[in-house]
């Protein structure tokens, strides 16, 4: 039998393991001369989304639950060779879903403390993220 906390941990490590960001350091969008701080973020978020991923999946480890299945969604092969400047509205817009994700994974983990402050993290960075991505697509005049 199953731990109760099983599925929404389980889509908690998918949305932090194939976000929009991680997906962007292997298809790496095209970027202009002098980007270097949106280049800097991009890799910052993606670093942050690897390190909840992995803290994700100890805690599924610890509660024997079966490992997650996932993959990056088809919606982002369309993205590749695109601008970062363009890519950066679509990081908000990303973000702002994922946020909303894991507001119901987090729900979804009443029961479970030690799931649900790690949800809470998550859900702390995520907002987090977001605004450093709105301000600098404001900045870049996305």
Known sequence: MSHPSCAALAR????ASYSLPIYLQTAAPWTP??????IETLAQLAG???????????????????????????????????????LLRRLVEEQAGDIAKIERCAAQLTADLPSRVLA?????AARGHLERLQELSRTRGG
């Open 120 to 124: 809470e993290e998550a859900l702390g």
């Open 48 to 86: 942050d989304q690897r390190r909840l991923s992995r803290r994700v999946f100890e805690r599924l480890t610890s509660l024997e639950c079966a490992p997650p299945q996932g993959d990056f969604p088809s919606r982002f092969t369309w993205l590749n060779d695109l601008s970062l400047q363009y």
């Open 33 to 38: 001369a002098g980007e270097s701080e949106a």
């Open 12 to 15: 908690l490590y998918n949305i």
